[in-house]
DNA sequence: TTGACATACGAACGTTTGTTCGATACAAAC
DNA sequence: GTTTGTATCGAACAAACGTTCGTATGTCAA
């Protein structure tokens, strides 16, 4: 009746993550039970004690081996910017925006990471921790280099961090409040409505409700 | 041993709500025990059951009681301005600001708003079908209506919708995320940051990053 | 004083929760 | 073939959960 080898590798390991990192988004960490990952995954209840000794580590390392290595994809482009030699301001932001909104990731993995991040950003638990310091904070400092380095005339750090915020926490609700967006917009989120997110983001960061329209 | 008498009125009731929108905003639903809130509460445990018929239903009335109450609160500076005869964006965006982050509630009031809004905005429950429908349409209707009353130059509607999302979510993000905010800014929730806020956001959404700093 | 009514209380209910533990099955090493 | 180590399994645990129910206590009208 088994299939699979007891010998496993990592594989059961790797499907509890990946179950897991799609419950705790769509519900939250206390909304998923154990045995509701440990089903969906096709594994055993007491696998997950096995493999990661408690839920809330398991949590924890979805955070550490997925929603991280997905941070640092997601920076990937910004940092290839960093090291071109000419780019303008507008680069930056529709790189950023692209990156959250279109990136190569695929819909569900973008809507999971903003989710699990938004998640996280109310309280102040270890888990928020990880993510502001490793994520947050080099990605603010990454964006703010980028726009000291081009924009015509120079701007206070203070000011540049208040826009970098304020950009993120637009492709953060974009991605997360898709439901909201949804139904205030009335549009789906298939490819040409993310492009015109995408256009709108950077042409509201550069111009505000005073900018011209691109498209 | 009792101090309360025991024909309460709705006292307890109320009492009950408070804390429960209080926990439910810190921790979310499933978080939150009905022990905690009736302990919280100095009420019965089985109060809740009494009271509400049971613990959905108290996270759906302090929806209904609560934060429908304080959405229409936060509106009305908005539908003031809709009063005037004259107005321009800029009045349109600072008195959207200012009512989410340093109108007439309390900081806590406010931050509980954003956190139990930015907690429903992730799903399709009933509740988000409620806050949305009554609230969030409406309002981002006003604005849309507001802004075209005063526009230089007519602008399209859909650009118009997309633009007070982006704002929408800034105003949610900078109440919600305070941890994270606090963290990379370095700086706290005091009235002169708050304040500094307002102009921000209000500067960023009229000009984006070519705006003209008024500060 | 009595009755009806609303609220609060104590105590328990059945279920679900995360976790534990010993037994079992398999692969690789000796 | 035996041993060793890793992974899975079945079964159970104690604790916490939301909820229910009968009773007690108060208020107010008759």
Redesign the interface.
């Known amino acids: 009746m088994k299939l699979e080898p007891h010998n496993n590798g990592d594989a059961t390991r790797e499907r509890i993550l990946d179950e897991a990192e799609r419950l705790f988004a769509?519900?939250?960490?206390?909304?998923v039970t154990v045995r509701e990952i440990t089903s969906a995954a096709g594994a055993h209840l007491a696998a997950v004690n096995y493999h990661f000794s408690n839920k809330e580590n398991l949590y924890l390392e979805v955070f550490r081996s997925r929603w991280m290595q997905r941070a640092l994809k997601m920076r990937q482009p910004l940092l290839e910017l960093e090291q071109r030699d000419d780019f303008t301001?507008e680069d930056v932001?529709r790189t950023l925006a692209r990156a959250f909104l279109a990136g190569d990731l695929t819909a569900e993995q973008r809507q999971r990471h903003s989710?699990l991040a938004?998640r996280e950003?109310?309280?102040?638990s270890g888990v928020?921790k990880l993510l502001?310091?490793e994520s947050?904070?080099p990605f603010?400092d990454l964006v703010v280099r980028l726009?000291q380095r081009c924009?015509p005339r120079p701007?206070?750090v203070?000011?540049l961090?208040?826009?970098a915020?304020?950009i993120?926490?637009?492709v953060?609700?974009?991605n997360?409040?898709r439901?909201?967006?949804s139904?205030?917009?009335g549009r789906e989120y298939d490819t040409e409505f993310v492009e015109?997110?995408v256009d709108?983001?950077t042409?509201?960061?550069?111009?505000?409700?005073?900018?011209d329209?691109t498209q």
Chains 1, 2 share one sequence.
């Open positions: 769509q519900k939250g960490y206390d909304a301001a932001v989710l938004s950003m109310g309280n102040q928020f502001a310091q947050m904070v603010m726009w924009l701007m206070a203070e000011s961090e208040l826009i915020l304020s993120f926490s637009q953060l609700y974009f997360f409040a439901p909201a967006v139904l205030v917009t015109q997110l709108h983001i042409n509201f960061a550069l111009h505000g409700l005073n900018g329209e």
